[in-house]
């Protein structure tokens, strides 16, 4: 399929519109006249340039398993984690579900999505469709928001902030494996324009989305709210409980998540300080909050401020999983700081209940059909 073919089809999937979108140049991008949704880019060799970064970052993942990722120093004694190690240890400490959510997000999900990125860009260079191809473009779609590894590598570098007063840290190879493994996933992403493969594997005509009824919509605004109340109610226990424990000299002390975001503060480390308040405080409230007035908004049938509207609802989608980083520090500190009595820290009970705020805040921004926004209920079909 020509990535320039003229007067391309395309129905816009978060306004309903059906637009004509005529040939592109390179790096031109097609965009909703109605949502301004992006709807289509063209990047001359753009599918060369995902199986590159795809590739690469199998192989960079490959790497970053069997080495040291890093090295715990204190008072004479040494304790080095590989990834998998970090795993091993939470699933010794009874938390087999942060330990399984951690594997998904980080190794797992983000390796599939480059498979499959590398396999339908491979296929698209060829031209060649197998019988599987949609199923595992369906697959790729459904699972790149649950792809975690750039979240993971944030949440790394705020734990090394952390424990520097408490420790020396060096870093393995294993370490700068992942930092290349996590850019070539973001570059492979970049590159990746969903539409243009859907194009190719539908022969030009991308199936449209499913009709919009009464009955959908009317789900899609009950699950919102049933979701957004399971959030809210999960939110007070996630900052309320310990996160963490950190047990010094025998001595155990909880930290919850405003706890850490203090003492960060007194620390002197006010960047640090903000991106944790910011991902772990705000970021939930305002999805819950952005959600809750979106379907409010819909289910009163406002018909003002629509692309306003739909752009915090974009915003939901972009932020969500960014919360992830205060989950992913506990799961470094739990695998890294495991001295004895001398020092260590084990997860506390709101590490879950705060994991669980952002999956359930997240599958209620993908249950919240967006074209209710440019809709008017009155005239859909039954």
Not at 49 to 74: I, Q, R, T
Not at 341 to 368: K, Q
Request: some cysteine; charged content about 15%.
């Amino acid at each position: 399929m020509s990535a320039t073919a003229p007067q391309i089809n395309i129905t816009c999937d978060q306004c309903y519109t059906e637009v004509k979108i005529p040939t592109l140049e390179h790096c031109q991008e097609a965009f909703c006249p109605t949502c301004e949704h992006e709807l289509l880019t063209f990047r001359k060799n753009g599918h060369e340039h995902c199986l590159a970064f795809a590739a690469s970052g199998l192989l960079l993942l490959l790497l970053s398993l069997p080495f040291n990722f890093l090295v715990f120093k204190s008072n004479g004694q040494q304790h080095s984690i590989n990834i998998t190690d970090t795993l091993n240890v939470l699933i010794a400490q009874d938390y087999l579900s942060l330990a399984i959510i951690t594997a998904l997000a980080i190794l797992v999900i983000p390796a599939i999505v480059m498979l499959g990125i590398a396999a339908l860009s491979l296929l698209c260079i060829r031209d060649q469709r197998w019988r599987g191809s949609r199923a595992m473009f369906n697959t790729i779609n459904q699972l790149t928001p649950w792809s975690m590894a750039e979240v993971f590598m944030v949440g790394v570098l705020v734990s090394l902030i952390k424990i520097t007063s408490l420790a020396e840290v060096s870093y393995g190879m294993s370490f700068y494996a992942f930092i290349g493994f996590a850019i070539c996933l973001t570059l492979a992403l970049v590159n990746y324009d969903k539409n243009r493969i859907g194009l190719w594997l539908y022969k030009g005509h991308l199936p449209k989305p499913a009709r919009l009824t009464r009955a959908r919509a009317s789900v899609s605004l009950q699950r919102t709210w049933a979701l957004l109340l399971a959030a809210t109610l999960l939110y007070i226990p996630a900052n309320t409980l310990p996160i963490m424990h950190t047990e010094l000299f025998g001595r155990s002390e909880p930290n919850t998540i405003v706890g850490g975001v203090i003492s960060l503060w007194q620390s002197g480390s006010y960047p640090v300080a903000i991106v944790i308040m910011i991902a772990s405080v705000v970021v939930p409230v305002a999805k819950i909050a952005i959600l809750a007035w979106l379907n409010f908004t819909v289910q009163k049938r406002f018909t003002r401020r629509q692309r306003t509207r739909v752009k915090f609802y974009r915003v939901t989608e972009v932020i969500g999983r960014w919360s992830m980083i205060d989950v992913f520090v506990v799961a470094i500190l739990v695998g890294l700081i495991q001295l004895g009595n001398t020092i260590a820290v084990h997860p506390g009970p709101a590490a879950l209940a705060f994991c669980a705020v952002v999956f359930v805040t997240m599958v209620a921004a993908i249950t919240f059909d967006s074209r209710l926004i440019w809709i008017d209920r009155k005239k859909i079909d039954e």
